[in-house]
Every structure is written in structure tokens, then in C-alpha cells.
């Protein structure tokens, strides 16, 4: 059974920088695309950045420049390093992967199988 299990968010003031984790068991780890996802209240849940299956690492245009995504095969493990942070940065940020046939991964939420719970980033102004 696959389980994604995310850690490091917390509260911060805008400029500060946070390093979410997401450790993955159950499957083997390199071979899925993977993703961060993040969703504020009321709003829609929107990708961050991903790795997809060919492993290719992106960030989202907006993102570019304060947030970078990247793995550890041997631990098990994804990256979200987060510098430069906005109050707009506040959300719950989730773990995604698994693409669904047909999908490569990117950030459509619906491309991917598996979920965390998520992990809450405050950032105050």
C-alpha cells in the first residue's frame, strides 16, 4: 500500500524559507511521477512543482526562482525548498504521485493516484 507521508511546514514570516518533505513507502520510489500540490481555503488546489515520469523536475512560472523541487531515491524521499516566502504562500501543501494511465504527472491534480495528508505553511506578513 502506498503511503506519502509529508512533514516540515509550519509558520513563518514573509522572506523565511521552509524544506517540506514527503517520505513515500510502499512502491518504488524513482519510478513514479511525482508532485507537490498546495490549497488555500476557498480556492482551488493548484500544482506546485513535479517530477514526471521521464524525470523531468519543473516549477510552476509563478514559482520560479523561490521554490525548487528535487528527491532522494535512497531515502525515499521528495523535496519542496521553499526561499522568499509570501503570505500568498499560505496553504495546505500535499504530496501527489503515481500518474494515472494516460498522464505523465505536471500539475493536474486528477494525474495522480496517491495523496498525503498534507502539511500546513503559514506564512506572516
Known amino acids: 500500500q502506498v503511503q506519502l507521508v509529508e512533514s516540515g511546514g509550519g509558520s513563518v514570516q514573509s522572506g523565511g524559507s521552509l524544506r517540506l518533505s514527503c517520505a513515500a513507502s510502499?512502491?518504488?520510489?524513482?519510478?513514479?511521477?511525482m508532485g507537490w500540490f498546495r490549497q488555500a481555503p476557498g480556492k482551488e488546489r493548484e500544482g506546485v512543482a513535479a517530477i514526471d515520469s521521464d524525470g523531468d523536475a519543473s516549477v510552476r512560472d509563478s514559482l520560479k526562482g523561490r521554490f525548487a523541487i528535487s528527491q532522494d531515491n535512497a531515502k525515499n524521499t521528495l523535496f519542496l525548498q521553499m526561499n522568499s516566502l509570501k503570505p500568498e504562500d499560505s496553504a495546505m501543501y500535499f504530496c501527489?504521485?503515481?500518474?494515472?494511465?494516460?498522464?505523465?504527472?505536471?500539475?493536474?491534480?486528477?494525474?495522480?493516484?496517491?495523496w498525503g495528508r498534507g502539511t500546513q505553511v503559514t506564512v506572516s506578513s
Open positions: 501527489a504521485s503515481g500518474c494515472r494511465p494516460g498522464f505523465k504527472g505536471g500539475y493536474y491534480w486528477f494525474a495522480y493516484n496517491n
Open positions: 510502499g512502491y518504488t520510489f524513482g519510478s513514479y511521477c
